[in-house]
């Protein structure tokens, strides 16, 4: 009992660096996966450098990304610390997933709509914007958070390089009190408390989008 109440503050101080990464990184993630896909729509130039990158970031580890950001950027001159580097690593990968839901969603709304649209005077930015996003973003949004939710457990992997969160935080204190039950039991309910948050935020913004771009 007296080790878990001297590893809580401990673990609510890492809890609150977990979630700020992971929401840093899964936003990050988001906007970048939906630039990819819009672009990939737009400049259909692209569409190989779209599915390469795709097939390069969801094919390789997220440790070796993240080894590459955090040792290699300095190389180039660009030092960042382990936080912000394990932002913009975790965005990079996240950013590939996310690009593929929304691949996956805009390939739900029906191209007889498009032709439609096409037909009665929309250019292709307005038929995009105005009768393909809230259909296909209705339809992704059960997916991007879960994809949100998958993010935040991938943060686990920033521990490596010193980020102070919750699986290195438990790290910290089994090598000190060589206690291992209550620190790891305290690292899998932690994560499962913001997973469970994260999930039912996600569904209550849903079914509020949802209700918004169907309406």
């Known amino acids: 009992m007296n080790t878990l109440i001297a590893c809580l503050p401990a673990f609510a101080e ?3 660096v977990t979630l700020y990464v992971s929401l840093a ?9 939906f630039a990819l896909h819009a672009l990939r729509l737009g400049v259909p130039r692209l569409a190989a450098v779209y599915h390469l990158y795709v097939w390069v970031i969801r094919g390789t580890p997220f440790l070796a990304q993240l080894a590459l950001v955090y040792f290699g ?11 912000p580097a394990s932002i913009l690593a975790l965005g990079v990968y996240s950013a590939a997933y996310f690009a593929e839901l929304f691949r996956s969603a ?4 029906p191209a007889g709509q498009i032709e439609a649209a096409r037909v009665h005077g929309l250019s292709a930015r307005q038929a995009f914007w105005h009768i393909q996003a809230p259909q296909a973003l ?3 949004l059960p997916l991007l958070g879960n994809q949100v939710m998958l993010t935040l457990k991938e943060s686990a ?3 490596l390089v010193t980020v102070p969160e919750l699986t290195l935080t438990a790290g910290r204190i089994v090598s000190t009190t060589f206690s291992y039950v209550v620190p790891y039991a305290l690292l899998v309910l932690c994560y499962w408390l913001l997973t469970v948050a994260v999930g039912a935020i996600a569904q209550a913004l849903g079914r509020r989008a949802t209700r918004y771009l169907r309406g």
């Open 73 to 83: 950027l300095p190389a180039l001159g660009l030092q960042l610390d382990a936080v």
């Open 14 to 16: 890492a809890m609150w």
């Open 106 to 109: 805009w390939a739900s709304v």
């Open 157 to 159: 992997v920033t521990s």
């Open 25 to 33: 990184a899964a936003l990050l993630g988001l906007l970048l996966g």
């Open 138 to 140: 209705a339809f992704a």
